[in-house]
């Protein structure tokens, strides 16, 4: 039986490239886990161009697929950098961490994949983390003069300033926001607790009531009597057909379109085959 070769490399598990990732890095790993099946590398903020390098050169993960950043506004370096590696050779994808503030820069890895430019643009626009070495370093997914940085945790989801076009002025001008309206709040309380606020018609349970009862012991009281009974008995509509029908048709009635005259009855018994399936000699011309 002739064996299939297939161009794409067998798939690498993550364990069978840790340790030999972990000794090539040495005192720079400052942690190494298995997250997802995927090997997950944490060195240390100076030394990630030549980790990347190291990986690039020795280890075979020859693409840098994509930069991202996290926020941890608890920690106090609040951001993470991960970069995202590929080995074409091995089938294999890592990830690499670094931490660092806002104040200090990481250095750049533009020398070992020109696509870190736009990467890293990327992420100092979301983030605000600045990269050492990048030549290029400018906002890249938001408009000129944003102010801030949309994806930090203490950013607020409104925003500072809020873009339309003024038809005054005819071009697009740049204001602070401006809420619609309040925000609503909203009472989550069970109906059968009650809320704390009058609903409509709720005001007719602090009605006083009645000591006696509403009683209607006179005609008088319900509208009825004497006079009422014989306006009711007066007809205002018009007498039916049937009580001034006559037996003679009305004036201008239409003419009868046929006239024609009765059968006789069928000769035998309807059980009988041929009776019952006599022909009609009006039909049948005979």
């Given at each position: 039986?002739?064996?299939?070769?297939?161009?794409?490399?067998?798939?690498?598990?993550?364990?069978?490239?840790?340790?030999?990732?972990?000794?090539?890095?040495?005192?720079?790993?400052?942690?190494?886990?298995?997250?997802?099946?995927?090997?997950?590398?944490t060195?240390?903020?100076?030394?990630?161009?030549?980790?990347?390098?190291?990986?690039?050169?020795?280890?075979?993960?020859?693409?840098?697929?994509?930069?991202?950043?996290?926020d941890?506004?608890?920690?106090?370096?609040?951001?993470?950098?991960?970069?995202?590696?590929?080995?074409v050779?091995?089938?294999?994808?890592?990830?690499?961490?670094?931490?660092?503030?806002?104040?200090?820069?990481?250095?750049?890895?533009?020398?070992?994949?020109?696509?870190?430019?736009?990467?890293?643009?990327?992420?100092?626009?979301?983030?605000?983390?600045?990269?050492?070495g990048?030549?290029?370093?400018?906002?890249?997914?938001?408009?000129?003069?944003?102010?801030?940085?949309?994806?930090?945790?203490?950013?607020p989801?409104?925003?500072?300033?809020?873009?339309?076009?003024?038809?005054?002025?005819?071009?697009?001008?740049?204001?602070?926001?401006?809420?619609?309206?309040?925000?609503r709040?909203?009472?989550?309380m069970?109906?059968?607790?009650?809320?704390?606020?009058?609903?409509p018609?709720?005001?007719?349970?602090?009605?006083?009531?009645?000591?006696?009862?509403?009683?209607?012991?006179?005609?008088?009281?319900?509208?009825?009597?004497?006079?009422?009974?014989?306006?009711?008995?007066?007809?205002?509509?018009?007498?039916?057909?049937?009580?001034?029908?006559?037996?003679?048709?009305?004036?201008?009635?239409?003419?009868?379109?046929?006239?024609?005259?009765?059968?006789?009855?069928?000769?035998?018994?309807?059980?009988?085959?041929?009776?019952?399936?006599?022909?009609d000699?009006?039909?049948?011309?005979?």
């Open positions: 039986m002739a064996t299939v070769l297939h161009s794409a490399p067998k798939f690498t598990p993550a364990e069978d490239v840790k340790d030999a990732i972990v000794a090539s890095l040495g005192a720079v790993l400052l942690e190494a886990k298995i997250v997802h099946e995927e090997l997950v590398l060195v240390k903020r100076e030394s990630i161009e030549d980790v990347i390098r190291t990986l690039r050169d020795e280890h075979e993960y020859q693409q840098l697929m994509e930069m991202a950043g996290v941890y506004p608890q920690r106090l370096e609040r951001f993470e950098v991960v970069y995202m590696l590929l080995s050779t091995k089938n294999h994808r890592l990830l690499v961490k670094v931490s660092t503030d806002e104040n200090t820069p990481v250095p750049t890895v533009t020398n070992l994949f020109p696509c870190a430019g736009w990467l890293e643009r990327e992420v100092f626009d979301m983030y605000g983390v600045l990269f050492q990048n030549t290029d370093l400018r906002r890249i997914l938001t408009d000129y003069g944003f102010e801030g940085h949309p994806f930090r945790k203490d950013f989801l409104s925003g500072y300033q809020e873009v339309r076009y003024s038809e005054e002025e005819k071009r697009v001008v740049y204001e602070p926001v401006t809420l619609a309206q309040d925000f709040s909203f009472d989550f069970s109906p059968w607790e009650g809320a704390e606020y009058v609903l018609g709720d005001e007719k349970a602090d009605a006083p009531k009645s000591d006696a009862p509403k009683t209607t012991e006179k005609p008088s009281d319900t509208g009825a009597g004497k006079a009422t009974d014989a306006k009711a008995a007066e007809k205002k509509s018009h007498a039916a057909p049937a009580q001034t029908d006559k037996g003679k048709d009305a004036s201008g009635a239409p003419d009868a379109t046929e006239d024609r005259p009765g059968k006789a009855p069928r000769e035998g018994d309807t059980t009988d085959t041929k009776s019952a399936t006599e022909v000699k009006d039909k049948s011309g005979s």
